[in-house]
């Protein structure tokens, strides 16, 4: 079955540091996406990065950068040089790719993990 | 800013209620989801439209229906409301669908459901 694992329910980082957030799947599927989301206490849920599965390099966007590692399943997020507004819950969700009829498009999601960034 | 909207930001009933939750998606984006985060279950997929048609259900519950309009803006609605139903409702959409995994779903602000 499609599950997401977020270990880290909640991280400490000082302003400036780099952090990482775990994140580990289980699929049996070989074409899979995996996203990364970020929630402020605001609520809004903010698209921070994707993986492909079949995609060779890590992914990065700006600040963020996904640590993919698909022998061991882990889709671990990295934020270099952290500021306070990165304070917020972060979101593991993974998708696999429509079968036939074009269903299971949902996303599957992890628990999340809190991170408090420190001045 | 997403582009996803939905209406109400914040919702105050009671039990027994129906209300109805309003999203439009990302201009171009064709398929819909509706997600429910709640303290206790995290976060659920519910339900997912694509150009008007239903396509995939969660854990959508009996009293809960949904649709999705000609102009692509969908509806949730919410019935015989109970204390449990209090929640954070999300509205996501996407590009495409039936590519392998690849479209990104942007979500919109939420709707907070409180039921007293």
């Known amino acids: 079955a499609q599950k997401i694992t977020q270990t880290q329910p909640g991280m400490f980082v000082q302003e400036k540091e780099a952090v990482t957030l775990d994140c580990t799947y289980d699929t049996s599927d070989q074409s899979y996406g995996l996203f990364w989301y970020k929630q402020p206490s605001s609520g809004e849920m903010i698209f921070l990065i994707y993986q492909g599965s079949y995609d060779e390099q890590n992914a990065t966007e700006g600040r963020y950068s996904l640590n993919f590692q698909k022998a061991r399943k882990s889709a671990n997020l990295v934020i270099s040089a952290s500021q306070l507004g990165d304070s917020a819950m972060y979101f593991c969700?993974?998708?696999?790719?429509?079968?036939?009829?074009?269903?299971?498009?949902?996303?599957?999601w992890g628990l999340g993990t809190s991170l408090a960034v420190n001045p | 800013d997403s582009g996803v909207t939905q209406t109400p930001k914040h919702l105050i009933t009671a039990t027994g209620q129906r209300v109805t939750l309003r999203c439009s998606p990302r201009?171009?984006?064709?398929?819909v989801y509706w997600y429910q985060q709640s303290l206790d279950q995290g976060l659920q997929f519910l339900i997912q439209?694509?150009?008007?048609?239903?396509?995939a259900k969660g854990n959508i519950l009996e009293r809960f229906s949904a649709q999705q309009f000609p102009d692509l803006h969908s509806e949730l609605n919410l019935s015989s409301l109970e204390l449990g139903d209090s929640a954070l409702y999300f509205c996501a959409s996407s590009v495409e669908f039936g590519r392998a995994g690849t479209d990104t779903q942007y979500f919109g602000p939420g709707t907070r459901l409180t039921v007293l």
């Open positions: 439209y694509y150009n008007g048609e239903e396509r």
């Open positions: 201009s171009g984006d064709l398929s």
């Open positions: 969700a993974m998708r696999e790719a429509a079968n036939n009829a074009g269903n299971n498009r949902k996303l599957i």
